[in-house]
């Protein structure tokens, strides 16, 4: 017996499993982040002190960073409409260009670390900066392992278009449904951290 | 459904028959991709850590019984620290670890990824569970947590020693034990996140033609509540563990204030964190993770109930509104573990208040179990003795937990014996009970074979009445005023002289309770391969997973099941026999 | 897989529009914050402009505008119930002060800099 519903919907529930599936994981993410920025809301409540985020941090550089970032989920939709019209080509583009603006993402974010550590300004230093470290760390991790993911259905993993395309887009909307939820978890951190 | 099978199904399962033939040792047996084999992974694993998690508190009650005496025999075991008598770290480290190993690395692994993994899938009539592969990477992400958790007692300073909710700030200038507590957390809460979005994928989209949700058996609503609370409030958890971690490595102040002094001086740290705020994130989860143990057990006994009753569950619409508002509620009662605070009145009263209105979805599922006794013809096999146990050791540890959950009272009962024994009843002859109730009911499926009656009788009888040896005097010398994790059980204060006594009694009667699971233990084994055979549906039950091969093959069903009624028809009126099963087409339309 | 060739066209264009939206908005919001609103203010408007951001999104980006399944609009509605409760945490400890006020600590910081 095959698993049923993987690439077609069950009709009472209206979804297929990958997608349901990847929603009640991010149903879950929600709440990890909620429990950090629940943490950054008690800790600044009850700071006697804290430090505009501008101070500290380079909003130029954090906004060309939410910028890059949003373009890249701009491109992952379009990977995604491109496999629904049948444009292997156009995916490919699409997809490389998601990948690569994730991999400027991080290299312009560890700029900042390098930046950070060699101003001494580590996470110890004070409550702003270990809220800034662990916040944009796991945001961070987060981002690699889109890229890992992205970076394997451009890859080895486009194959399956030619056997299964149905699946396969299936896959690639799972990942950009993620990749959407990563940038939107930025939409939030980048005022809150460096603006306000 | 078989005449309409199309070729294309023919030809994937031959193809599917052909690779459970290629499979090597390590595919079928260790990286398997079956829902039964890791079910099987899971119970094994989980019911090693209840042994050892078992062990570690028989050893602490050797203090308690008779403190600072050498332990016989296995006290030139325990390290140097320990040859004369328990040193006082170690017994912290052996609460803490016993509550986390209990709680994290048996229970709930045995009851929602051993019994959800094997039993979950074939009620619901599918071949395997949604992701097959996430389901091998829960199995073993959780295996890495544990494996972390065990090492942990061999780094140097032992194992965590800050009790198993790790307050800050204690916990973050413990040794570093704790630091591998912490890590092992986070494998654990990730396995249990892959975990839960297969239990809630699976439930939700595979169910057999048919299986409508009001025919899903109780066990199956038990599992899929119980995976939401998984999903939703665990990650808050993981959330404070990476930033205990970070406390803890990267010398931030998350958990820790300002202004700290110890033994060795003030504290180089930034300071500014609030140590109340782990204890709101850990209690989010772990006030539904209460639940998370008490569910599928409430699953179990519903299944074993109205299988040996012969009628059906009293209710099932109600029962199936109570544990769904009851996970619902479990959301927003976490403060009331935290009454003594200092949070306010206003919070007080209001987590006091959901704390009552959660108590009556209790009840309610507890009355409808009950009620479902009247009126059958009861069969006493091991599994319905445990089942049948089950319901007033939960009431005891229910109604005790009541005063718990009113401030008042909680100020003289908080931290005290009270609070052990109130939620041992819960979770050791309540939970635990059902859980063997499980392994009992459900072992002929998986292996073809029964347990031996008489030892499981004597297994139960014994268990049964030690167990009511070790927890019934926590309440008194609770309610005496004997705190929870004194190390020589009280021996120092004069308010608790009159009651030190009890802790012998404790003692012995947890020790007999070891001696009885050696029973299990042996009739667990020796039932594989000697025990009686029976066929596929030997308790004569109703739901789906009698219907397949005992045991079932790779794929589960020999032909696709279709469901044409509710999960408990025992004794339907004008049938020919007393229980009519789901997978059975109506003789009316045939 | 149901959309057809036209619906993807029409998604297409749609997600022009959200990209263009998004553009503008995290210009808005950095522009914003120049502003001297004082802290309270700043904070509300900063959150206005994330939630529009993040809604376009969800909504647009992630289909959640098209979405039908009640199983999984219900799952994300009770997400945002649980998420909501989680962000109650930092008040619980101040509802015996509703009414005293409390000045932000960042008033303090913007104070020191006047000095």
Known sequence: MEIPYTVAERPDTGVNNVKLGIW????????????????????????????????????????????????????????????????????????????????????????????????GDLPSASTFLAIYWTMTALHGLHIIGGVVVNGYFWGPGSKMFHSRPEMFANRVEAAGLYWHFVDLVWIFLFPVLYLL | ?????????????????????????????????????????????????????????????????????????????????????????FYNSLGAMHGTIMVFLGVVPLAVGGFGNYVLPLQIGAPDMAFPRLNMASYWTFFCGGVVMFASFFVPGGAANSGWTSYAPLSVIATEGQTWWLVGMIFLITSSLLGSVNFIVTTLQLRAPGLSFMRLPFFVWAQLVTSFLLLLAFPP?????????????????????????????????????????????????????????????????AEVLANNTRKPLWGYRVLVASVIFLGFMSFIVWAHHMFMTGMGTTMSSFFQTTTMIISVPSVVILSALLISLYGGSIRYPVPMLFALAFLPMFAIGGLTGLPLGLTAPDLHFHDTYYVIGHFHYVVAPGTIFALFAGIYYWYPKATGRVMSELLGKIHFW???IAIQFVFTPMFITGLAGMNRRLYDGGLEYAHLQEVVGWNATMSYGAWTLGFFQIFFIFNFFWSIRNGKKVDDNPWKATTLEWQAPSPPPHGNFTSPPEVHRGPYEYSVPGADKDFTMQGEADPAKA | MSGSH?????????????????????????????IEVGVALGIVLALIIATTKGSLVASVFMHLKDEKSLWLTGTLILTVVFWFVLMLIPIMGRMDNVGTYKPLPNANAVAHEAH
Do not use: C
């Not at chain 1, 997809?95 to 400027?104: E, N, P, Q, S, Y």
């Not at chain 2, 602490?60 to 008779?66: D, E, G, N």
């Open chain 2, 1 to 89: 459904m078989e005449n309409v099978t199309t070729a294309e199904q023919v030809s994937h399962a031959e193809h599917g028959h052909d690779e459970h033939h290629e499979l090597s040792f390590l595919q079928s047996y260790v990286f398997s991709l079956d829902h039964k084999v890791i079910g099987i992974q899971y119970a094994i694993t989980a019911m090693l850590f209840l042994l050892l998690g078992f062990t570690l508190m028989m050893i602490m009650r050797w203090q308690l019984a008779f403190p600072y005496t050498p332990i016989p025999v296995i006290g030139g075991l325990l390290g140097q620290n320990n040859a004369q008598f328990i040193a006082p770290e």
């Open chain 1, 24 to 119: 009640l994981f991010l149903a879950s993410e929600v709440m990890l982040f909620g429990g950090l920025f629940s943490t950054y809301v008690i800790l600044r409540l009850g700071g006697t002190d804290w430090p505009l985020g501008s101070d500290i941090l380079s909003v130029p550089i954090g906004t060309f960073n939410t910028a890059v970032l949003i373009g890249s989920s701009v491109t992952m939709v379009m990977a995604h409409a491109s496999l629904k019209m049948n444009q292997f080509d156009q995916f490919k583009k699409y997809m490389g260009l998601t990948v690569l603006l994730a991999l400027v993402f991080l290299t312009v974010k560890s700029y900042e670390y390098f930046d950070k550590i060699s101003h």
């Open chain 3, 6 to 34: 036209d619906d993807t066209q029409h998604h297409i264009s749609a997600y022009r529009k959200v990209a263009g939206a998004l553009a503008v908005l995290t210009v808005v919001t950095v522009l914003a914050s120049y």
């Open chain 2, 462 to 464: 014994g268990s049964f």
């Open chain 2, 237 to 301: 958890l993981e959330a404070a563990g990476v930033m205990q971690l970070m406390d803890r490595v990267a010398d931030t102040s998350f958990f820790m204030p300002a202004g700290l002094v110890t033994g060795d001086g003030p504290l180089e740290i930034s300071g500014g964190g609030s140590p109340l705020l782990w204890q709101h994130l850990f209690w989010f989860l772990a006030h539904p993770e209460v639940y998370v143990l008490i569910l599928p057990a409430m699953g179990i006994v």
